[in-house]
């Protein structure tokens, strides 16, 4: 089977990078959001970063233009009828998501594939909201999309071969290294990264150690570019406590209990670098 056309069911912060990394390879893309506020927010996004990769010398603005030119952005679910390859990347809610495979099994050509971002929930059961579970996976990407050169593929239990095949595939054409995980939650990175994050966040509320001495002594002692909890005001503590949880419930194992401190962060705000203020000031 043959990819010539993408869908991606959300603009935001995932999406729009989704979005770019595909018409940068050369593929159709047409891009949804629920509104045109939030569509014009994501291709403003998406022309934001691809202008940044011409001043770094990444490629040049006549590929962008040309990049730009095979993204059509839309907020009907219907333009998705001509797509081979959808990826869903909505809120991370699981009746949202199963209402968003619903309806593109209802509108996309028999033949295509639906995929999910889905970094925690459950894909199995957003294959059962469709017709096709064989056609369902995950394609879970890293942010910022168009820089992370991992894509996780996972798949389900009902996942049939040619679609697997078909998804590593696509995945080494946008120029990522492919791992294929089960489907667990938290798949191969978050399973190992979640616990690592909350123990940084127990270090610092039992008082081992200032959160700027963690962070060096994790990127000195073990040669991480960053810290863990640099890291987590970067992947978001809103993001990071929704996984942990979803985790939590599935395992119930404590590794995955978020701290309090962590859940007392989320409710004051302090989400990470996208409010200003997290482990670390950024309003500065």
Known sequence: MEIKT???????????GIAEVCARSGYDVVVREINDELLQKGMDRIKRSMSRGVERGKFTQEEMDAALSRIKGTTEMGDFAPCDLVIEAVVENMGVKKEVFAELDGICPPHAILATNTSSLCITEMASATKRPGKVLGMHFFNP???????ELVRTI???????AVAQEFGTSLGKTTVVA?????????????PFLLDAIRAVENGVATREDIDTAIKLGLNHPMGPLALLDLVGLDTTLFIADAMYGEFKDPRYAAPPLLRRMVLAGHLGRKTGKGFYDYGK
């Not at 993408?6 to 729009?16: A, H, I």
């Not at 999309?145 to 894509?151: D, G, N, Y």
């Open 6 to 16: 993408v869908g991606v069911v959300g603009c935001g912060l995932m999406g729009s």
């Open 182 to 194: 089960k489907d667990t939650p938290g798949f191969i990175v978050n399973l190992l990264l979640v």
């Open 145 to 151: 999309v168009p820089v992370m050169p991992l894509l």
């Open 158 to 164: 009902l996942t049939d071969d040619e679609t697997l």
